[in-house]
């Protein structure tokens, strides 16, 4: 009885909601604070994500992350999920505290989204209570939209003219969710498309059509469409997350940038998010982290599908090629970006040891020093690779 009971109210919530979006009724809270581009008409975002921040990684890691910041000087951070993760809530509080402080010293407005991870611990159980913790620092401009989209974190923040109050760019963060409780991970949501579909068209409305860029934890599924099926394993293909016997490698016939490591996880059902951006065709590129060692773009349907590095050093070779991505966008022509993804062994030159050495920091020198020793011999690792699959095979397995 109790069980039928909930299903007519489940029922009746979710023809409320659809019926809301179609009439245009639906009280959209979840703008949030507009951002502009700069006097140049340059706005540069840096793509955080999956830093993973316990005790063991925080100093080496929020060290990186702050230099990273005062050579790139981003206007807004992306932060997009599996931010910091312990048991213990003093650690999750220190890591997100020390992570944090490096954006709110330099005054960098920072848009969080949560990853599979971040309300996994016991620390943090509840999305809004987490939300709150980053919204507790000045530096963030995250919404938690409250109960009217599923999860926590699904928002859009409108970048205004340099010299007026027009609005010429859009950035969407999307709750792309944890698992979906079959053992697969989860997507972003129907509800939360329909917001972006209702929204988008209400933002053309109003201002004629503004380009977009897309941050979220989940890669897209349509990722598997964009990359090239083999029957069989080889070098540089990956099989398939849940079709075993199904192995995925770059598509020589698409526009493809840096390197595929790994195989992408995207969720198991698809909601039509992909879909839904390519019928509006207001999204250039949808950013995505998660599958930590990917840096890789490809050109699908008119959106670069692109994967961000973990940005964290765990102090081995391994995550010496982890980083960030810089992505640059400018006023005079929103129909087009430019992106960069940064590895740490890319970073630090001989020259900024000795410089950081010269200036007193010793902590900074001996991390950029070791950051160069493990990253020398994981770069040569990757380009070797590569570099002989190409020869032997004449198969790219990375791109510029
Ligand atoms: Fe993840």
């Known amino acids: 009885m109790k069980k039928s ?56 890691s929020a060290y990186l992350i702050a230099a990273a910041c005062d050579r790139e000087k981003p206007d807004m951070i992306a932060l997009t999920g599996d931010i910091a993760m312990s048991d213990d809530k003093e650690e999750m509080d220190t890591c997100i505290d ?28 509840n999305p809004s209570d987490l939300m709150a913790l980053y919204n507790s620092y000045d530096c963030s401009i995250s919404v938690d939209e409250g109960d009217v989209l599923t999860g926590c974190g699904t928002y859009n923040i409108p970048i205004l003219a ?3 109050d027009e609005m010429k760019f859009n950035v969407w963060v999307f709750d792309s969710g944890s698992t ?25 409305q109003e201002n004629g059509k503004i380009n977009s860029l897309a941050f979220q934890h989940i890669i897209v599924p349509e990722i598997y469409d964009a990359l090239k099926k083999y029957d069989t394993p080889r070098a540089y ?11 995925y490698a770059f598509n020589p016939e698409l526009e493809n940038h840096g390197v595929l490591n790994e195989y992408p996880c995207p ?17 250039l590129g949808i950013f995505t982290g998660h599958d930590h060692s990917n840096a890789f773009s490809v050109k699908y349907k008119g959106i670069n599908i692109t994967n961000s590095l973990s940005t964290r050093f765990n102090g081995d070779a391994y995550s010496s090629q982890y980083g ?40 900074g020198a001996e991390l950029a020093m070791n950051v160069l020793f493990q990253g020398f011999f994981r770069k040569f690792a990757d380009e070797f690779a590569t570099t002989i699959v190409y020869m032997f095979t004449g198969r790219q397995c990375a791109y510029n």
């Open 180 to 204: 979906d409780g079959e053992g697969h991970y989860s997507n972003v949501p129907a509800d939360q498309v329909e917001w972006y579909k209702t929204v988008s068209a209400e933002i053309e």
């Open 98 to 125: 020390r992570l944090m402080t490096v954006f709110e010293d330099r005054k960098i407005p920072v848009a969080v989204c949560f990853g599979n991870h971040d309300i996994e611990t016991k620390s943090y159980t």
């Open 324 to 363: 960030y991505r810089i992505i640059d966008i400018n006023e005079a022509d929103t129909s087009a970006y430019t992106t960069k993804a940064v590895h740490w062994y890319d970073f630090y030159t001989l020259g900024d040891v000795f410089e950081l050495s010269k200036s007193g920091d010793e902590y």
């Open 5 to 60: 009971f909930k299903s007519i109210c489940c029922l009746f919530l979710s023809i409320m909601l659809v019926l809301s979006f179609a009439f245009g009724s639906f009280a959209y809270t979840n703008t949030a604070e507009a951002q502009r581009f700069n006097e140049d008409g340059a706005f540069r975002i840096m793509h955080v994500t999956d830093t993973h921040l316990e005790y063991y990684n925080l100093e080496a």
């Open 162 to 164: 340099s010299d007026s």
């Open 267 to 283: 969720g198991y059902y698809n909601h039509g998010q992909f879909a839904a951006m390519v019928e509006r065709g207001d999204v």
């Open 237 to 247: 293909a990956f099989e398939h997350i849940y079709n075993k016997g199904e192995y």
